[in-house]
């Protein structure tokens, strides 16, 4: 049996610019079909040239969990109106109106991926989170379920760290699946979720945008430190800058500050952000960490 549901998207939607590069062990993004893992089974989503979204699965919850990832129903509009004139934002908001965040299968995925980016490139980053999924997680087809709180605690910092995952890092995952269940992240507001995983150490403002943004499908909290938005800073400004110093490019935007540091990043690799006269997109110095923390 497969369960169809024809979804209108609230506000403008675009599931190319949405799913665009966001292949990885749970999910496959292909030929205008994505593929996700939702649960225990497999289920895919198009998107009609009329701007209908179809979702097909094998049972209903699939597909709503499916509709959740997507991010179909979190009408972006208000961000669009807002800052279509914004000085960095007007080209990205122009060209890329119907991106959204794609998150991910579950809240412990959100904080592998957000463990796994610290201090290491994207590219890097993603493989060493595929590489642990497919190692801890049950094979569902071709893909892999999203780990939950239990799958990750019953790993060992040292089984993580012979995956690629730094020790402090694999002793900091395994400590919160340990002792909290991620899941329920979803019933408190962003701000007593952000203050709860600072605490620990090994996370910062960057672990928390991650998770907010992906895990929990949050925006209120940016990117932080995103080494993407370090270029661009440097760019702005034609001096080095420090991962920190990137929350002052985000103030501006408030409670949509993950989407904008999203839109920022996209726009900028796209060339759609005006930079000063002669500036140049340099590799940052080595004291600059690819992401922070």
């Known amino acids: 049996m497969t369960v169809t549901a024809r979804i209108r998207p609230a506000g403008p939607y675009s599931l190319s610019l949405t799913a665009q590069g966001a292949s990885d062990a749970t999910r496959v993004w292909r030929d205008g079909v994505l593929r996700a893992v939702v649960g225990d089974e497999q ?16 049972s209903e919850t699939s597909v709503e969990r499916l509709r959740w990832l997507l991010a179909v129903d979190d009408d972006h509009s208000e961000f669009l109106r807002r800052f279509k004139s914004d000085k960095l934002l007007a080209g990205p908001i122009s060209h890329l109106q119907g991106k959204r965040v794609l998150r991910v299968g579950t809240v412990a995925q959100s904080l592998l991926r957000a463990l796994c980016g610290q201090l290491i490139e994207a590219w890097r980053a993603r493989a060493m989170e595929k590489r642990i999924i497919q190692s801890i997680s049950p094979a569902v087809g071709d893909l892999s379920a999203p780990p939950d709180c239990a799958t990750l605690a019953r790993c060992s910092p040292a ?12 002793a900091t995952l395994t400590r919160l699946c340990r002792s909290l269940e991620l899941e329920r992240l979803k019933d408190h507001p962003s701000n007593v979720v952000a203050e709860r995983l600072e605490r ?14 992906e895990g929990l499908g949050r925006r209120e909290y940016g990117l932080v430190g995103d080494l993407g938005l370090v270029k661009l800073q440097i760019a702005l400004e034609g001096r080095w800058v420090e991962g920190h110093e990137t929350a002052a490019l985000l103030e501006p935007y408030g409670e949509w500050a993950g989407l904008a540091s999203v839109y920022l990043m996209a726009g900028f690799g796209r060339g759609l952000i005006p930079l000063p006269d002669g500036a140049r997109i340099r590799k940052p110095p080595h004291r600059i960490s690819s992401r922070a923390a």
């Open 43 to 58: 289920a895919r989503a198009t998107q009609l040239r009329d701007g209908t979204v179809v979702v097909q699965g094998p």
């Open 159 to 170: 089984e993580l760290r012979a995956l690629g995952l730094h020790a402090r890092r694999g």
């Open 200 to 213: 620990e150490r090994g996370l910062g403002a960057w672990s928390v945008g991650v998770v907010c943004l």
